[in-house]
Structures are given as structure tokens and as C-alpha cells.
């Protein structure tokens, strides 16, 4: 449906996480846009940048926000006609909240979702925030290459280690997708506080690989995703960095571990996109 003016009219609604329902605190963490009248599933985002939840609530699970994301947004694919508030209290946690529909014109759907999340969800700072490092840097350079390649809602998240290897394992792994019989996982180790990381990667590599056969009848490949050395002033002139580096890189790759950098990332999920026929 179109306005006189060209413009979309639609509706949207802020999605919220509630640290503390009583107290009422939260922060806006996505936007669900639909058109008034049409037949088409809705547009829905979440943020990418989780600062604001960890300030609210430093326990946040937001591996689970993202993951309810993509729940979101294969329900309503699936249920374009379905009864939204339905659809939505199925799949939301208990933890988010949404905002009665306010009525909103857009000149196109991808355009209003894009004013609206600058408008509610990630305001511009007034301040310079810093940015993001350690594993978090390297987690969301995953997200938003696998985003673009238009994969990243088909990717297993979180994965469990405890699944293949025994119960009580901590280790989560933070994607994979399987395709033609072998399982490839992709996790973040960040070499900027040291190789602890790294040695503990390792050390579940091979329980991984056994139960992966074991459980899954495939073959596991275990890629970790680390920061390019000249990020972590990894050189010549600073030997003991290097140093660091390089053993933290050499005691993945001796548990048949594959090393890459975030700088490979985008050849990664491209390869992606074209196994998971996207």
C-alpha cells in the first residue's frame, strides 16, 4: 500500500531486552517492519553491536539473541500470513519485550528498516565508543561476512562440544554447516591477551573430530579464526609478540587445525554460499 507521496505505509514495532522487568530497564535491540496490506513477510533485524546489552545486563546471553533473529526470520518466511503476535511470543525469550505497532511510511521497506534501527536501535554515539577487540572483533567480522554472503541464518550457532565429546564440556563452538558429509566449524581465538585460547582449542580438537565421526558419520573440519599479526603489532621489531603469535598459531595447526585470519573471512563465506546454495 502507497501513500499519496510515494511512500510505503507501514508499521513497525521495537523488539526490547529487559534486564530487570521490574525496574522496567532496557535497551532496543531490533525492529520488525511490515507493509500494511501486503501479503509479504516481514523485515526484521537486530542489532549488531552488543555493548549496550552487556552495559545493562554483563550476564546477557546475546549468542541467544542472535539465534532468535534467525528464528524470527524463517517463521515469518514460512508463515507470511501467520498471526504475528503469535509467531513472535513462540519466539521470543522472556527477556524481550515488544512494542505495540506504530504506523510508519517508508519509501521502500529496506530503506525504512535502516532509518528506523539508526533512529531506535543504534543511534549514532555522542560520543567516540572504543571499539571492539579480542574475540568479540573477530566474532563480529564473522557475522557480518557470513551476513553477506546471505548465510548466516542457515549456520549452526553455539554448538555444543559436549555433544561429540562428554557431558559437563564448557566448549561451545561458534558456527558450522555441514555440507556433503563433512561438518566445518568455525571458531574465534583471539591471540591478543596470550594463546590460552588457543592451547584450549586445541586440547578439544581431537574429542571433537572422534565424536563428530562417531555421532554425526562425518568428517570434522576445525577451522579456528584468529587476528592478522600485523593487528596484534606481531613483528620483527617486537620479537616476543611474534613469538607468541607464531606458537599459538603452530599449536593449533599440530592438532590438524586449520588457521585463519579474519582477513580470509570473506573468501570463507563465499565458499559457504556456494555450498549451502544460496
Known sequence: MKSGNDRRACEFQLLRYVSDAVRNEYVHIGVILREQGSREAAEVRFTRDWRRVRCLDPEADTALLEGMES????????????????????????????????????????????????????????????????????????????????????????????????????????????????????????????????????FSAAGLRAGVERVEKAELELTAVIEPAARLGASDEEPERLEMYRFGVETMEEHQIRVLTTSDLGRVAETARRELRV
Not at 549456520?155 to 561458534?174: E, N, Q, V
Open 71 to 202: 528464528e524470527l526470520r524463517k517463521r515469518f518466511l514460512a508463515e507470511p500470513d501467520g498471526n504475528l503476535m503469535r509467531l513472535l511470543t513462540e519466539s521470543l525469550s522472556l527477556n524481550v519485550q515488544m512494542t505495540e505497532p506504530k504506523a510508519y511510511l517508508a519509501e521502500s521497506l529496506p530503506a525504512g528498516m535502516e532509518e528506523l534501527m539508526r533512529l531506535y536501535v543504534e543511534p549514532l554515539p555522542r560520543e567516540r565508543t572504543p571499539r571492539l577487540s579480542g574475540r568479540a572483533a573477530i566474532q563480529a567480522k564473522m557475522r557480518g561476512e557470513f551476513d553477506r554472503a546471505g548465510v548466516w541464518d542457515l549456520l549452526r550457532k553455539r554448538i555444543a562440544a559436549s555433544d561429540y565429546t562428554r557431558p559437563g564440556d564448557p566448549l561451545r563452538i561458534d558456527v558450522g554447516y555441514k555440507p556433503n558429509g563433512i561438518i566445518r566449524m568455525f571458531h574465534a581465538v583471539s591471540l591478543e591477551p596470550g594463546v590460552e585460547m588457543a592451547k584450549v582449542l586445541a
